[in-house]
């Protein structure tokens, strides 16, 4: 399996990283530790998951899916071959949010101790807390790496304005750099990266690992009218997509797909895995079935023609 640098650091991960966010969400803990199994056995081995995943789901708290991924590597005594991403700052209960020294070491603690593990590969500011100056939060995660508790760390939904002061600081005062940038980026959803974020990342070296790389699914093909919303938990998330836009974009996906056979989820995701910027789109499954596609994704490699022509149907 090919493998980049994440951003300056020691972390080498593979072409795709696995969401956890559906763990204890859409799927149980059983079907998790499958898909996991069968992710490490084609080689893949990069997780991203966060504190507050699957808050949102009824019964839930948050912290279940970094619970579920813990007890797997413990059970499967994988940790030292896992790479661990995980996020802080989103809401975990009343007064328990945000990037405030305080807060962030008391919650790498409990991230830690659902991970069942002494240590995270790649720490992530979730959201950006415009109450904090990026100086403290980045304080806090030296005393982490100092610690050994963090390895790297990065940052999810930051606007440009927000990563120059964070390595502005970095400069200045010797701390932390955030080497990779999370953001929301997909052949449906491109402006807000590419408009100043890509090229700063480019510029200064930030890996950059997608989310909603499939845009919710969408880009799959299994979105085409308004009755097929109804076909899982975030098809009305997808609802937007539904324009002449989203059918050229689709109508493109279908035609790489039938000239490289291969099918729109591994075309959208080796689209992604072509741009020079993007280190690993993270994509998740639900499914042995779908976990297959993700697999095959990273042996799909589009020449350049093909990859602007995917361009040019998403503009």
């Known amino acids: 399996m090919q493998r980049s640098r994440l951003g300056r650091s020691d972390l080498m991960v593979p072409r795709l990283c696995f969401g956890g966010n559906v763990f204890g969400w859409t799927v149980d803990a059983a079907m998790s530790h ?11 081995n990069f997780v991203d998951t966060a504190d507050v995943y699957s808050k949102w789901a009824p019964g839930n708290q948050g912290g279940e899916s970094e619970s579920i991924l813990g007890a797997w590597m413990k059970a499967r005594g994988n940790r030292d071959r896992m790479i661990v991403a995980t996020k802080v700052g989103s809401e975990m209960g009343p007064g328990m949010k945000g990037l405030g020294k305080t807060y962030i070491l008391k919650a790498v603690d409990a991230s830690l101790r659902r991970l069942q593990t002494d240590y995270i590969d790649l720490y992530q500011s979730h959201w950006d807390d415009p109450e904090t100056p990026v100086e403290e939060t980045l304080a806090a995660y030296q005393d982490l790496i100092k ?22 600081a970095h400069r200045r005062d010797g701390l932390p750099r955030y080497e990779s940038l999370q953001p929301e980026y997909n052949l449906c959803e491109r402006a807000g990266f590419e408009s100043d974020l890509a090229a700063f990342c480019r510029a200064n070296e930030i890996g950059v690992i997608t989310y909603f790389s499939l845009a919710g699914g969408f880009l799959t093909g299994k979105y085409r009218s308004a009755a097929d919303l109804a076909k899982s938990a975030r098809g009305e998330d997808v609802a937007k997509y539904l324009n002449a836009r989203g059918e050229r974009i689709l109508a ?13 989820t591994r075309v959208a995701l080796a689209w992604l895995m072509a741009q020079p910027v993007v280190t690993a789109p993270i994509a998740s499954a639900t499914s042995p ?25 998403s503009e």
């Open 252 to 264: 493109a996906l279908d035609a790489v797909a039938a000239e490289t056979q291969a099918t729109p």
């Open 147 to 168: 610690a050994g508790k963090v390895r790297v760390v990065g940052a999810s939904n930051f606007t440009l304005a927000r990563m120059q002061a964070a390595l502005d």
């Open 34 to 44: 499958r898909l996991l199994d069968g992710l490490v056995e084609a080689g893949l």
């Open 289 to 313: 079935a779908q976990l297959q596609e993700l697999i095959a994704a990273t042996q799909l490699h589009l020449d350049a023609d093909t990859v602007s022509r995917l361009a040019q149907a």
